[in-house]
């Protein structure tokens, strides 16, 4: 497998020393894997600190910056980074309002930022902790779920309530009412290919996809041939639906992402998009804010995920809310 890398080994150092080089506004620590807006202590705001395995781009280093994260940790590629990265990026973000983590949920995510949770509090950092998980392709104990698109949404969301200069006690509960709010769903057109590897996760013979995909190179939950957008489309929404309806009014605004996995081009994510909001008008649900592109991708992975989020009068006003990172970029 030809890939645009130096080496498996230094594909993550070097794709950071990439982001220093195009974000001057950006602190990249290269050697101690953390990313960091220049300003987080400025305006004494509370910290948003999230982070995870590389390989999902622009997630999560992207959306460092005004009105999202403060800092984010970047692992090796699909693998947690460790509590001394979180720690450290808790520590550089702190203004004296505490720290809120945003967690995926994955067990060396969730295990990792607990105990990095636990030594910040014992140097004397104020910790929350948001976990999200939005995959509907997990089925059984909701608690299970795995967190892909709607971080994006609780970043999005939690981060410019911390700009606005919301207490920590807030910020955290406006990031688990998103969290709760979202539901997600992924198809997979072909595997990804990691560096390590050079070949595909998974085998995914000519004619066929995969349905509830994960960002990890998981297969789905189930193989089919290979639809028409529109049969996708309606699949996903129906599945995301379902489980949303848990969260209700069930004729209430969404924000919806139609999020390519990485190597899906804009021409399709934009016809997908076009039959996604076809299904949701045929089921009576109107479509607040939408966002299409790829922000939560796995490699190389051909396919796309869908993610709704419920959203009120306020959550809509702090989606609105100016945002500038290397990935999201919008009213200032």
């Known amino acids: 497998m030809t890939m645009l890398i130096n080496s498996p080994e230094t594909v993550v150092a070097d794709a950071l020393r990439g982001m220093a080089a195009a974000h001057p506004e950006l602190d990249v620590d290269v050697e101690r894997r953390i ?22 781009e622009p997630l999560h280093g992207g959306f460092v910056g005004h009105g999202m994260l403060s800092a984010a940790c970047p692992g090796e590629v699909f693998t947690s980074p460790v509590p001394d990265q979180m720690l450290r990026a808790a520590t550089a973000v702190d203004a004296g309002q505490g720290v809120l983590f945003v967690v995926k949920n994955y067990t060396g995510d969730v295990l990792n930022f607990e105990m990095a949770a636990e030594l910040a509090g014992e140097d004397g950092l104020r910790i929350e902790r948001v976990l999200v998980h939005d995959d509907v392709a997990v089925t059984g104990n909701p608690a299970e779920r795995r967190g892909t ?8 969301i939690a981060g410019a309530a ?11 509960s406006i990031a688990r009412r998103v969290a709760e709010s979202s539901r997600s769903f992924g198809v997979a057109l072909s595997a ?6 050079g070949s595909p996760t998974f085998d995914l013979p000519d004619g066929e996809l995969e349905l509830g995909i994960g960002i990890h190179g998981e297969p789905g939950r189930e193989r089919r041939p290979v639809m028409p957008a529109r049969e996708i489309a309606r699949v996903t ?19 919806a992402l139609v999020n390519g996995m990485g190597a899906t081009p804009l021409l399709e ?13 045929e089921r009576g649900v109107p479509v607040a804010r939408a966002l299409v592109g790829n922000y939560v991708t796995s490699l190389d992975m051909a396919g796309c995920s869908v ?10 006003r702090l989606w609105d809310a100016p945002v500038q990172t290397p990935a999201m970029r919008w009213g200032r």
């Open 307 to 316: 993610t709704l989020c419920r959203a009120d009068e306020e959550l809509l």
């Open 35 to 56: 990313v960091v807006r220049r300003d987080a202590r400025a305006g004494g705001r509370v910290g948003l600190v999230s982070g995870g395995g590389s390989g999902h």
């Open 149 to 156: 698109g709607a971080t994006l949404f609780v970043e999005k």
């Open 269 to 281: 994510l934009y016809g997908f998009h076009a039959e996604v909001a076809g299904v949701l008008a």
């Open 192 to 197: 990804c290919t990691t560096p390590a590897k």
């Open 237 to 255: 929404v129906d599945a995301v639906l379902a489980e949303l309806a848990e969260v209700g009014p069930a004729d209430g605004p969404v924000l």
């Open 162 to 172: 911390a700009e606005e200069g919301a207490p920590l006690e807030r910020v955290a």
